[in-house]
């Protein structure tokens, strides 16, 4: 499962994003800091964060599979490292801002999802997915991330679905983050007092000059 962080943003842009963890355009102006400042309040002294929703197995399968997706490289961290873990056990117990039933959907699908990656490596390798040997996960991943190969295998139909919204609800942890702005190299929001206009590079990009 080739999927760069660098390429992740592509990806998503080229990928359909599959029913499942929707959210209204309500729900998702709250921030990713807002989302991780409750558990960082309940957080022990050791570190260690106790999800809500997710099980103990369900958050050791989330906390490998979103570092398959976003892994750490020689720019900034992983995505557990920018806590979407902890951002997605946030996701799955805000209530929707306009039908109880979106939480529910976005819930039970997250939870089959993971139930159903567990049973597929159950029936390939005899394992659950965290028992999988790296070489075993990517496998299965690669049958899973790339919908337009897998479109004619309906025994995979759920897993696509499921992996295509679980990689999008990652991206969204990962650069709503405080780690993933600083990982785009977002520039907003920040006085330029030196600025001096677009640089040549970029000006012969959009086919204009300076007059």
């Not at 309940?42 to 197995?57: M, Q, W």
């Not at 990652?170 to 030196?194: C, I, Q």
Request: aromatic residues 10%.
């Amino acid at each position: 499962m080739a999927i760069s962080r660098r390429n992740a943003l592509k990806t998503l842009g080229a990928v359909p994003a599959a029913i499942g963890f929707t959210w209204t355009t309500a729900d998702a102006e709250q921030p990713h800091e807002a989302a991780t400042r409750g558990h960082k309040t309940a957080t022990p002294a050791t570190g260690t964060f106790t999800p809500k929703f997710f099980t103990p197995h369900e958050w050791a399968t989330v906390r490998v599979l979103v570092d398959l997706i976003i892994p750490k490289d020689e720019r900034s961290g992983s995505a557990t490292d920018a806590l979407v873990p902890e951002f997605m056990d946030f996701i799955m117990l805000t209530p929707s801002a306009t039908d109880e039933t979106d939480r529910v959907r976005r819930q039970t699908a997250m939870r089959g999802g993971l139930r159903w990656l567990d049973r597929e490596c159950h029936r390939r390798f005899q394992k659950t997915f965290l028992d999988c040997a790296p070489a075993e996960r990517t496998v299965l991943l690669d049958a899973l991330a790339w919908p337009e190969r897998a479109s004619g295998d309906p025994a995979v139909s759920q897993g696509v679905a499921f992996f295509s919204s679980f990689r999008d609800l990652t991206a969204s942890g990962f650069w709503s983050s405080k780690m993933g702005v600083e990982d785009l190299r977002y520039m907003g929001n920040v006085p330029n007092p030196n600025w001096d206009g677009c640089t040549a590079e970029a000006l012969t990009h959009l086919g204009l000059k300076v007059v």
